[in-house]
């Protein structure tokens, strides 16, 4: 971590800046220390304007603010130029990275907001209408190329009615899951982003769905839950729509490879059921750890139902990814800490930032195999003897 410019002075400025760029992404110093694998004391201190981050560390604090659009609108380069002159770097701000880092924003897709139908209408004429505000920001992601690829052909190409994104957790699932919505936007009328993490009722979602493709005052509603669910078919026809429904799994009995649905979530089952067997131009886009067992029967290669079982990282992004966390050390010891962890992004996140706290970004032998009590290979998600990645939280 730099000191400030001399030796006992705050730079009161420099710490506004980050405050107000923290506040703004709507992070606890704490939220933001662990996002950039920090400890909270460095965030603190930045704040008091008594140090300044690392290069890598603004880096990737910049891409943050980006992804949560926490710049003021239209004057993104312009702040973060500031920024990035007030953080007292070595190096100057690489003009292509910003301007990369920016373009990966999609400007041109309107967020949805109560509109009249009449309104809706004419713009569902132009451009999708987005309500992906949920979706957790991916502020760097790298690597598969090849899973978006075949993701995107079986979406726009082949027109899949359900598409299932799964794999353990912390894999990527909802990191590729954001990345691809951004990249089949435009071939929708309607783009929808919802997490079942929470386990919303189905009723409730149904609602939302609906608040989102015909908005309405809610009273003016059919009553029955069967008219409802006619009107959402009638929208899913009428407007071709991406509906994206990441953590499924929290619906499904635990424990079992093929999930079936708890009780209680028929109307979710129904669903599925209704997008995969009928004739519509919407999309269901769901992640989830175990496959749902109502999709098993309908899936095939030319079906419109379709999975991916998603694997760990590749090594070239593994190594990004290990670099961007501040990671330094030869080539060849991140790529066994790659193997050791089977490439899975969180685990990687969390044994970098181990290393970055303990052992100062080494990740030498010492630094993946010390003995100390919180090595690395003591993290949630190192590969167990059996050779497995235990499944994390997420
Ligand atoms: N391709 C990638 N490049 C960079 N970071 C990634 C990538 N895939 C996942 N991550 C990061 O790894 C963490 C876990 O990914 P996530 O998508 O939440 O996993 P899952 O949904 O499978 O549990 C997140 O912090 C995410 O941003
Ligand atoms: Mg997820």
């Avoid at 002075?9 to 704490?30: K, N």
């Avoid at 899949?160 to 799964?166: E, H, I, K, Q, T």
């Avoid at 509906?243 to 093929?258: A, Q, R, S």
Wanted: charged share 25%; net charge negative; hydrophobic share 40%.
């Amino acid at each position: 971590m730099r000191r400030s410019s001399r030796y006992g002075e705050r730079d009161y400025a420099f710490g506004q800046m980050i405050v107000t760029l923290r506040t703004s992404i709507g992070l606890t110093q704490a939220g933001l220390a662990d996002w950039l694998g920090v400890s909270r004391r460095a965030v603190a201190e930045w704040e008091a304007g008594s140090s300044y981050p690392k290069l890598e560390h603004l880096k990737r604090l910049i891409a943050l603010g980006v992804g949560e659009q926490a710049f003021a609108v239209g004057r993104e380069a312009e702040e973060i130029h500031a920024l990035w002159y007030g953080a007292h770097q070595k190096v100057l701000l690489d003009d292509r990275w910003l301007q990369r880092l920016l373009g990966q924003r999609h400007p041109q897709l309107t967020p949805v907001t109560p509109l009249t139908n009449e309104q809706s209408i004419i713009k569902h004429a132009q451009e999708p209408r987005v309500d992906w505000d949920d979706a957790l920001a991916v502020p760097t992601f790298y690597g598969r190329e090849r899973e978006l690829a075949t993701l995107s052909r079986w979406i726009i190409e082949e027109h899949s009615r359900v598409v299932s994104v799964l794999g353990l957790g912390g894999i990527g699932k909802s990191a590729l899951t954001v990345s691809l919505m951004h990249q089949v936007a435009a071939h929708f009328q309607v783009v929808i982003w919802r997490s079942l993490r929470d386990v919303p009722a189905y009723e409730a979602l149904l609602d939302e769905v609906l608040q989102v493709l015909a908005p309405r005052p809610l009273a003016n509603l059919p009553d029955s839950r069967e008219q409802r669910f006619s009107l959402l078919q009638e929208h899913l026809r009428g407007q071709r729509t991406l509906l994206v429904l990441d953590n499924l799994e929290t619906l499904l009995e635990e424990g079992e490879t093929t999930g079936h649905m708890r009780p209680g979530n028929e109307g979710y089952a129904r669903l599925l059921r209704w997008m995969a067997e009928t004739e519509h131009q919407s999309t269901l886009l769901l992640t989830s750890r175990e496959k749902p067992g109502e999709l098993v029967p309908l899936e095939g290669s030319r079906a419109p139902v379709r999975s991916l079982r998603l694997e760990g990282l590749d090594v070239l992004a593994g190594q990004q990814l290990l670099e961007e966390r501040g990671l330094v050390g030869s080539a060849q010891d991140r790529e066994h800490l790659i193997e050791r962890y089977g490439g899975n992004p969180l685990a990687l996140k969390i044994v970098a930032g181990t290393i970055v706290e303990l052992f100062g970004g080494e990740s030498d032998h010492r630094g993946i195999t010390g003995s100390a009590g919180h090595t690395p290979a003591t993290c949630p998600g190192a590969r167990s003897p059996g050779g497995v990645a235990p499944p994390l939280a997420d």
